[in-house]
């Protein structure tokens, strides 16, 4: 069975930093585009960055390039997304999820084309 375990979420102030964790299991990790998208109360749930092994460029949500970096150790099947210069928008619920590339040479970046799922991780950023 897939399984995808996030941790990492938690309270910070502004200008704060946190790392979120997403351990995979269940499949072939080289062969699946892994990301976290999040969803803030009353909005849709967006893509935030997305990584995948054979793809050489991550994709990043235009608000948080240049303060988070999507990073995989292969080794330990665990994807991470270190945040810093963390804002009060960037408060949701952070989910990590995976899709199976089927040779594609691209990033999906649409939550209806991820197939599995973990639970969420709270983020929440004080003013």
């Known amino acids: 069975d897939v399984q995808l375990q996030a941790s ?7 200008g704060g930093s946190l790392r979120l964790s ?6 072939t990790f080289d ?14 749930r967006e893509g935030v960055s ?14 948080v390039k240049g303060r988070f970096t999507i990073s995989s150790d292969n080794a330990k099947n665990t994807v991470y997304l270190q945040m810093n210069s963390l804002k009060p928008e960037d ?18 970046k649409g939550r209806n084309m991820y197939d599995y ?7 929440t950023v004080s003013s």
């Open 8 to 14: 990492g979420g938690g309270l910070v102030q502004a």
């Open 22 to 27: 997403c351990a995979a299991s269940g499949f």
């Open 117 to 123: 799922w973990g639970k969420g991780t709270q983020v």
């Open 31 to 44: 062969d699946y585009a892994i990301g976290w998208f999040r969803q803030a109360p009353g909005k849709e």
């Open 50 to 63: 997305i990584i995948a092994s054979s793809i050489s460029r991550p994709y990043y949500l235009e608000s």
């Open 91 to 108: 408060t949701a619920v952070y989910y990590c999820a995976a899709t199976n590339l089927n040779g594609g040479t691209w990033i999906p």
